[in-house]
């Protein structure tokens, strides 16, 4: 198995600074970014098991968070941040950038997975740095959220969605048709909106792990 770079890492951003898991496999060829969703972090069960899948992949991942810990904080109690889709975006737009000028992470073609809230802010940020980014894949998420930014996204973008998550069915279903790119929206049987049930988030990653592998390449074989 290739050895793997792996580093606790702090992005600063004006005057912030945010928390971030590098984890950089033997020979990759392309990082996948993760954007969590509400009330989520880094620390996102889900989201670590989908990165250490893609890792298995040879892909390169970055877990970071979205917000401060006092943000964090206020938003536990308020959800005052959660869904300032722009603010988020924003912040995905500056972390892309850091991973665009990071010696360790300049050369990898960059992916975008988004959860919840956090797929709008992605589908935002590919719209804002089409140059950068390759792939886009929303698992759970709120594409309707990037409205107006939708038909400016120039990447491949595929959305998961559990077929038992009828009103985030109907989101992505709007979201789909309003995509310019090459785009694809996959049902995953048996799942409801946080793919707790069994067997369903493996199917998520490997959905997302085709794409990513497809759009940024893969060190496998």
Known sequence: MADKEENSVKITIDSISLGGNLDIPGGAKGIVIFAHGSGSSRFSPRNRFVAG??????????????LTPGEEEIDNQTAQFRFDIEMLAERLVAVTDWVVENPATANLKIGYFGASTGAAAALIAASERPGQTRAVVSRGGRPDLADR???????????????????????????????????????????????EEPGTLEEAARLAGEWFSKYLGSNKG
């Open 53 to 66: 899948y893609l890792q298995g992949q040879g892909l390169a991942t970055l877990l970071f968070d979205l």
């Open 149 to 195: 930014a939708l038909a400016n996204v120039k990447a491949p973008t595929l959305l998961i969605v559990g077929n038992m998550d009828s009103p985030v069915i109907e989101m992505n279903k709007w979201a789909l048709e309003r995509l310019d790119s090459e785009k694809r929206m996959e049902l995953v049987r048996g799942a409801t909106h946080l793919f």
